[in-house]
């Protein structure tokens, strides 16, 4: 499985269990399989949800700023990779 480098955490939300997420390159969207990697952060969660501004979206590019529902901690500065099926 590839992984590529997607964003970055910037502020994790513990009561919604929400990460908010920087996107610095390509684009992520509903479905897709995100791995979460940081310090002490090491995980991977498919997306179920996913917000800019408070209004659901489908998909996020480079540049947005949007929030994802998580089941576990994340931490600012957590790096976030798309696993894809391709090797």
């Known amino acids: 499985m590839a992984e590529e480098e997607v964003g970055v ?8 269990s929400v990460a908010a997420l920087e996107v610095k390159s ?9 791995h979460f990697k940081g310090h002490t952060t090491d995980f991977k969660e498919t997306i179920t949800s996913m917000e800019i501004d408070n209004q ?11 929030g994802l ?19």
């Open 56 to 66: 659901p979206v489908e998909e996020a590019k480079a540049g947005d700023l949007v």
């Open 26 to 34: 390509g684009s992520i969207k509903k479905g897709d399989t995100l």
């Open 69 to 87: 529902k998580v089941s576990e901690r994340v931490r600012p500065n957590d790096k976030v990779y798309k696993v894809s099926e391709d090797s």
């Open 9 to 16: 955490v910037v502020k994790f939300f513990a009561k919604p």
